[in-house]
């Protein structure tokens, strides 16, 4: 059985927490899409880590982890990743990396901090990562897949005529150093020695595993409002961030996924520029952030605050539909607990109409909020362990949330840790 985790929101809703945990119980964890640009925080027996390639099931001695298809496979990173697990008295993971998934190449970084700096007060909040120009080059057919790292003689030829295609640009738009084919191709020497351990036809892999009735996790990263096509474009990532693309990122039938958990956040965030309604600022949103997540809201790979908002119902319902949600897991609830009321953002206002329809970019940069407020908790929730423990007001924040996106919350977040969930029937 095929379980996908993706986000509702802009992405940093709690998805690696909730993957991690309900890795315990399954066979393979696998990465579909993305690249190093955003990290998953878990927290567990063994610690504290922010994993930004490696899937968030990498903790069990069970489990397997696939690097898909569909990922920005950074292979220096992926390395380094795993060595960091192990230095922290982790496990050695069993780590598979499939040979159709593509290589992020060194100068795809190098592109994307020249095209932030030559954009300058128009950019798009990079994390400057390498990712657009990486899946740019995917789409245009210019780009490696690993295992074009083991026909030697055709990949030499393919490194000349790529560094002569980036040169051109490197000369006479970013006015950079040219890259050395010979040094170029000596690197990549190296990431095949890195790689080589790892490769597999994951896709005849997941074939296999699907027919012995393995239990499989999809874990997204980022989340809905970050898709390409369906977020708020152009301030998006460039993969898709939705459950369908799980199937392609993976190598598996778009059948098979049968239960999609799809995360949200008890309030909103975001990292990156782009439209969002719900917005606080000042030291309203300094005091959500500093409580927020396990150690303040944060990047956990850029370290950049992160933008606050209050909870939004017109962005997380649309979240949800988009990703196909069969069930909710609410994050960070536990963090409201401060507040007398808590305000919710229930429709937009677009030039004097309101509407509880997530809009285009277009009407979205229009958008004001619509807000109901309702009543707090004023105590700490963790560790409660049954919904029925919860108090009044909280419980009642859980259920207008649920009916507002038309979607089961069958798991409720109350502390980072593995163990501080609840669950509801």
Sequence with gaps: MVRAIVGANWGDEGKGKITDMLAQES????????????????????????????????????????????VALNIPYLIKEIKSLVDQGVPEPKILVSDRAQILMPYHILFDEYEEERLGGKSFGSTKSGIAPFYSDKYAKIGFQVSELFDQESLKEKVVRICEMKNVLLEHLYHKPLLDPEKLYSTMMEYKEMVAPYVCDVSKYLYEAIQSGKKILLEGQLGSLKDPDHGIYPMVTSSSTLAAYGAIGAGIPPYEIKQ????????????????????????????????????????????????????????????????????VALTVLDVLGYLEQIPVCVGYEINGQITKDFPTTVELEKAKPVLQVLPGWKCDIRGIKKYDDLPENCRKYIEFIEKELETPITMVSNGPGREEIIYRK
């Excluded at 990290?39 to 903790?59: C, E, K």
């Excluded at 396990?294 to 979240?319: I, K, L, N, Q």
């Design 27 to 70: 066979d393979i964890i696998i990465r579909f899409q993305g690249g190093s640009n955003a990290g998953h925080t878990i927290i567990n027996n063994y610690g504290r880590f922010a994993l930004h390639l490696l899937p968030s099931g990498v903790f069990y001695n069970h489990t397997t982890s696939i690097i898909g298809n569909g």
């Design 260 to 327: 999609i958990t799809t995360v949200v956040k008890a309030y909103s965030s975001a990292v990156g520029a782009g439209a969002f309604v719900s917005e606080i600022f000042g030291d309203e949103a300094d005091q959500l952030r500093r409580r927020g997540g396990d150690h303040g809201e944060f990047g956990a790979t850029t370290g950049r605050p992160r933008r606050m908002g209050w909870f939004d119902a017109v962005a997380s319902r649309y979240g949800c539909r988009i990703q196909g949600a069969t069930e």
